[in-house]
């Protein structure tokens, strides 16, 4: 993949009233009119929720554990982006799928309202993968720091407010995990969490290897874990987002593949910070029984 053009930091313009990428925006029609096959399945996260990880879990169940197949191509290329619209590298969703046949994967951070209709027409298989509000924050800071297509983060103090008002790219978190939540037994939704993941990764695999259908052997399913651990994940270059070259992802500043934790928000809050943060939490989350946990 090729850097086009100069970099530049899109700006943020509001898709009913969630705010997108201009060049995401600018292409909503088509983006909301796309349709998906019956048989298409759709991974969708709010940004650093565990996306990639997810996908190749994803892609490795769906090939029997073959690492070679899962090795064709880098994660954009194998599983289109549905939003994304070029300039950055990444390749535009549309135009892959309408080279890709069906059944495809295809990944989104589109708040649930915001999600083409055709998904829930067709009932698509559909994973959501969420992840507790300060560890996704911190990630999403660190990324915003190293990824120059983004909106500047600014200094960590004045981001956790811009989280907390979902002003950050795809909006709030918050109403992104709600509305997935709220969704998920109407549509079939397989809602996973990142701690859990992280906890008992086979478990989760298993997980999703039921809900695609599928049935495997022991010892796939252990090698499939093995090829998903954060550290198999951080020196694969199909997955680790090396690929995206400089200066459009400075992986000198923060790698994709950063720290893989659960936690590590205790080593980004003040206490200060994070009493702030738990309240406005409290407001926030009323009312909902999502079961995150900040620490396992
Ligand atoms: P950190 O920044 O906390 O390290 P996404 O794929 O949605 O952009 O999410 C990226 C986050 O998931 C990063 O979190 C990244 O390190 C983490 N991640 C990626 N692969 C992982 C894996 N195999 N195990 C644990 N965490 C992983």
Redesign the pocket.
Known sequence: LEAGGSMSRFPLIPVQGVPLMNHIANNWDSISAFEPHPSDLLIA????????????IVDLLLNDGDQEVCHRAPIVVRMPFLEIFSPPPVPSGLDLLKEMPPPRVIKT?LAFQLVPQGFWKNKCKTIY?A?NAK?NL???F??DRMNLTQPEPGPWDSYIPKFMEGKLAWGSWYDHVKGYWKEREKNNILYLF?ED??EN?RREVERIMRYLGKSLPDDVISRIVEL???????ENPM?NYTFIPMPVFDQSI????????VG?WNNHFTQEQSRVFDEDYEKQMKGSNIPFRTNI
């Open positions: 996260t709010y940004p650093k929720a565990g996306t990639t990880w997810t996908q190749e951070h993968v992840r560890d911190v990630s999403y660190h990324f990142y993941m992280k990764p998903t651990s954060f550290k198999a994940m951080k997955v923060s790698p994709f593949m950063r720290k893989g934790e590590d």
